[in-house]
Structures are given as structure tokens and as C-alpha cells.
């Protein structure tokens, strides 16, 4: 058996119809928030996961740390209408990048904890 590779990872996060960001995609439909993906912050996933050694089974585990407080803030602030997550954010050097409603200039989460 061989390690997944970061490519192989990535598709894990977008192929499958039960892949994650599909799910996660639908959590926040619920409350009427698009979540944007973007391909540097699938990346940084996979990256991460390697660098755990969890493969496939820790994509879960660091997309749920990320987006745990983007999905209490949103039923509080019925304003936002999108979250962008990108690398940064996966990496912890940013917070999840909240656009709201009737807004022309996006916003970065405040996070309670800093």
C-alpha cells in the first residue's frame, strides 16, 4: 500500500458525489450561505493531511477545525451570503473571508479567541 498523493487527496475533497466540500457546501445552503473552495485552499488540505499522515481520513478533521466558526457565526448574521475559504485560512494565517449581502467589500471573520 502506498501513501494517497496530494492530487489524489484532492479529488478525494471534490469528485465523489458524498466528497466533503459537496457536504459542506450543502450545511451551508441551509442557511442560505454559498461556501467557495478555492483550489490553493483544497490544496493546503491535502498538504496538511500528508504532513499529519492521516491521508484521506483527516480531510474531515481539518476542513471541520476551519469551518467550525464560520458555521456558529452564520445563523447569528443572517447578512452573510458567502464564505471564501483559501489557504490562508487552512494554514491559520486568516480567518475565513465573510461577503455579506448588499456589500461591495468583504470582511474577514472575527474570531472570539484572539
Known amino acids: 500500500l502506498e ?3 496530494e492530487e489524489a487527496l484532492v479529488r478525494i475533497l471534490v469528485e465523489p458525489k458524498n466528497a466533503l466540500t459537496k457536504q459542506y457546501s450543502k450545511l451551508f445552503d441551509m442557511e442560505e450561505v454559498e461556501v467557495d473552495f478555492r483550489q490553493d485552499a483544497l490544496r493546503a488540505v491535502a498538504k496538511k ?3 499529519r499522515k492521516t491521508g484521506a481520513r483527516g480531510l474531515r478533521s481539518i476542513l471541520e ?3 467550525l466558526d464560520s458555521m456558529y457565526e452564520i445563523p447569528s ?3 452573510i451570503s458567502k464564505v471564501v475559504i483559501d489557504a490562508s485560512v487552512i494554514n491559520g ?3 475565513p473571508l465573510l461577503i455579506y449581502e448588499n456589500s461591495e467589500t468583504p470582511k474577514a471573520a472575527v474570531s472570539s479567541d484572539k
Request: net charge negative.
Open 3 to 5: 501513501e494517497l498523493d
Open 49 to 51: 493531511a500528508m504532513e
Open 65 to 67: 477545525a476551519v469551518l
Open 77 to 79: 448574521d443572517e447578512s
Open 93 to 95: 494565517d486568516s480567518e
